[in-house]
């Protein structure tokens, strides 16, 4: 689902270099048949790869040093970017023989990781100031992790009744819209949040994240202004590369 670009947002003191890992392992199940024979980050969408967007934003918001996460045709991703010099980043491969979670993941990465990066999952093309997320992170709030968020509305498909004591009827709201903030699967991670990882049972990213939380450490979130396609799905697949393949087009008149 695309969210709609917003106002430009605040300028960000310098990052300097940073390090994205980018989850590209999984088996794409809501995506089959395409998947059967493509892993979903090579998946066309406007007619170029899903990682090939991800890693043109990661380009563009100064991350040059990838690690990409693979299992599930995985010799496919390696062959197609290689160790990244014609994408103009440098890439190295955390290799699994078997379908590993979001936490699973990361674990098998953690070698190739430096003590603080960015965590990106590979079936979504995103759209906003990066910086500004890891700034928040490290300057302003010194987290253990922090998560981008973006706003989604949902519109009742009913009227939604308010009750008052004794069941009379308060109000009549008819369809309202409610308001969410999102995890859009981008994060800044600090590496010691993969012993959380390593304590949660089969590496569930959620149990990992509420023990964390429980614990007192700081784990925050924020709300970025920009664009969000979530490729999870073949409705969203459909959507995305409708919007992409418009974009493809319009450059060409």
């Not at 890693?55 to 062959?79: C, F, H, P, Q």
């Not at 990465?109 to 759209?127: E, Q, V, W």
């Not at 700034?135 to 939604?160: C, N, P, W």
Request: a positive charge; one cysteine or more; glycine letters at 10%.
């Amino acid at each position: 689902m695309a969210r709609p670009k917003q106002a430009a947002e605040q300028k960000t003191v310098a990052i300097g270099r940073s390090t994205a890992v980018i989850l590209a392992g999984g088996l794409g199940t809501r995506l089959r048949p395409y998947t059967l024979a493509t892993p979903k980050p090579l998946l066309p969408v406007g007619g170029k790869p899903i990682l090939e967007y991800i890693i043109a934003w990661l380009l563009k918001n100064r991350v040059e040093d990838l690690v990409i996460s693979t299992g599930y045709l995985g010799k496919m991703i390696e062959d197609h970017f290689g160790d990244g010099s014609d994408f103009g980043v440098r890439i190295s491969y955390a290799v699994s023989d078997k379908a590993l979670g979001i936490g699973g993941q990361l674990l098998n990465a953690s070698s190739k990781l430096p003590s603080r990066f960015y965590c990106l999952y590979g079936d979504a093309i995103l759209d906003f100031d990066l910086r500004r997320l890891m700034d928040f992170h490290q300057r302003k709030k010194g987290a253990l992790l922090t998560m981008a968020l973006m706003r989604e509305s949902i519109q009742s498909r009913y009227g939604v009744m308010e009750l008052a004591k004794g069941g009379r009827v308060a109000r009549w709201n008819e369809k309202p819209v409610f308001e969410n903030d999102i995890n859009v699967g981008c994060y800044v991670m600090e590496k010691r949040y993969l012993d959380c990882l390593s304590e949660a049972p089969d590496n569930d990213m959620k149990l990992a994240f509420d023990s964390a939380m429980q614990s007192g450490e700081p784990i925050y979130g924020l709300r970025m202004n920009g664009t969000f396609w979530d490729i999870g799905d073949k409705a969203g697949y459909a959507a995305a590369d409708a919007h992409f393949q418009k974009q493809r087009e319009a450059r060409k008149r």
